[in-house]
């Protein structure tokens, strides 16, 4: 179907020359929410598509090659004129840098809309100058990025991927060899991704291993399983993700929560609960101060290889070092030496250096790393919920002439 049949490929509905068209791109998946089965089996429409589509062309637009979208989005012989794309995962993952193409934007395409926060792919400088402008979903993510790194909380502190590795693949299934790995004195070798030992039998039984000081795993006195519970944290970046993640943890652990933020403190009453601002990242006691350090940054000059050798040397020993944010705020080399020297107990990561590329096997492999394919906001009602958002900010952009609900230049 193109174009010329004048279908609104949504919904379709007949096309209306007059109202603006927003494309949406798609090869293998569909990333839009669109219709949902009740309880019957009927078709619903819950956030109303047939009412936006009257005043709306959507057209979807089934990728192939670069050089194909580009003749798309500029044949004059097409009957609609392109006034948006609607950004997708996938059209960055097959088409490649999307600024390659926003040069060759023809000046009918007056915004991108993109159904997450992170833009930091876009280049805005360029897009201001072609006067195209950018939405995101503003703090609509928050929520669902704060389940990932809860459980990224606990997986540090309690060992959980370390088990249920264990458990499934080399132990399988039995839970009193899983328990020998309690207290064992024998280390792994430093730099390498080796399985911890067990207790020795001929060693360690002679002297029971004690385990109110070795409650740990691989030798090191700092892999602790430990509950997170009164601990304290330090979260980096305290935008509207790490003060969800903060309120969860004070919520559910009590933690003491610390946190840095570019643009200086929040009031308790604007925040709903007690937080230490720091002011400063070349301070020692802002590192020092917390047994866990979540990173909710973006990706800039100023957050790059944060977490490095320095700024780990200010960490206290055992430190566990939790990243939903984006990975070029960690100096992965830094991050592995300090887990095979034990400085850092554990990590979680949701998020990689270069995430165009494979992810290093070295770090995503070792057994104090919980490692998650970028998946803090991948859930059914994120993807509700962001397409919502997106409606919204392209009603407010195309038909009130607001400018969108959450722009970003």
């Known amino acids: 179907m193109t174009i010329n049949q004048k279908k609104n490929l949504v919904t379709d509905k007949e096309i209306n020359l007059s109202n603006p068209t927003v494309i949406i791109p798609y090869k293998f998946q569909w990333e839009v929410y669109q219709h949902h089965k009740n309880d019957d089996e009927e078709e619903t429409d819950p956030l109303n598509w047939e009412n936006i589509c009257d005043k709306i062309n959507f057209i979807t637009y089934e990728m192939s090659t670069p050089d194909a979208f580009i003749q798309f989005i500029n044949d004059p012989s097409y009957e609609v004129q392109i006034d948006c794309i609607w950004i997708t995962e ?9 600024n390659e193409y926003i040069k060759k934007f023809p000046s009918s395409i007056t915004s991108l809309m993109v159904p997450w926060v992170g833009c930091e792919f876009l280049n805005l400088k360029l897009l201001n100058e072609k006067n195209i402008k950018v939405c995101n979903i503003g703090p609509h993510a928050a929520n669902y990025v704060c389940e990932v790194a809860i459980h990224l909380v606990l997986s540090c502190f309690r060992m959980t991927s370390f088990w249920e590795h264990c458990f499934k693949y080399v132990d399988v299934g039995e839970i009193k060899e899983c328990k020998k790995y309690i207290g064992s004195k024998q280390q792994s070798t430093h730099g390498k991704n080796d399985w911890p030992t067990k207790i020795d039998p001929k060693n360690e039984l002679v002297i029971p291993t004690r ?27 305290f935008g509207s993700i790490g003060q969800a993640i903060g309120s969860k943890l004070k919520t559910l652990f009590n933690m003491e929560v610390n946190y840095y933020k570019r643009s200086g403190p929040i009031s308790k009453s604007q925040l709903g609960y007690a937080a230490t601002y720091w002011d400063s990242l070349d301070n020692k006691e802002t590192w020092y101060s917390s047994h866990l350090i979540i990173l909710c940054l973006p990706s800039n000059e100023s957050t790059t290889n944060l977490i490095n050798k320095k700024t780990l040397q200010m960490c206290r020993d055992g430190v566990r070092i939790i990243n939903v944010g984006r ?32 992810v290093r096997k070295d770090l995503i492999q070792r057994w104090d790393v919980t490692a998650l394919p970028h998946i803090g906001s991948t859930s059914l009602q994120e993807i509700k919920e962001q397409t919502e958002i997106t409606l919204k900010n392209i009603e407010s952009f195309f038909i009130k002439g607001e400018g969108g609900l959450y722009p970003i230049n």
Do not use: R
């Open 90 to 98: 996938e059209f960055l993952s097959i088409m490649g840098d999307i």
């Open 211 to 237: 385990w109110d000081t070795s409650y740990g795993v691989g030798g090191y006195d700092t892999k602790l399983f430990e509950s997170p519970t009164n601990k304290s944290v330090l979260i980096l970046g």
């Open 327 to 358: 990975g070029a705020c960690i100096d992965e080399d830094a991050l592995l030496e300090g887990l095979s020297n034990g400085k850092i107990a554990s990590c979680g990561l949701d998020v990689y250096k270069d995430e165009t590329t494979l």
